[in-house]
């Protein structure tokens, strides 16, 4: 019998920023750094803001926080 996939890991709906993880992170950045948020497999995502970033494209739905992200 074959066997089924395994479902395909997404990301958390929402990021809890006073999360011990997230805080963890966030005191780990180095200065330019940022944390957005935690990906599929619950890690912190780290961007940084330095150098010729000259804009960042957001593409999720309405209501996704993309005003608070700003």
């Not at 066997?3 to 950045?29: G, L, R, T, Y």
């Not at 497999?41 to 940084?48: D, G, L, S, T």
């Amino acid at each position: 019998m074959p066997q089924k996939p395994k479902p395909k890991p997404e990301p958390p709906e929402k990021a809890d920023f006073f999360s011990d993880e997230v805080q963890n992170a966030i005191a780990k950045c180095a200065p330019g750094q940022i944390v957005l948020g935690m990906d599929e497999r619950n890690r912190p995502v780290i961007k940084e803001m330095t150098g010729e970033t000259a804009m960042w494209a957001l593409s999720v739905g309405s209501g996704r926080g993309k005003s608070s992200f700003l």
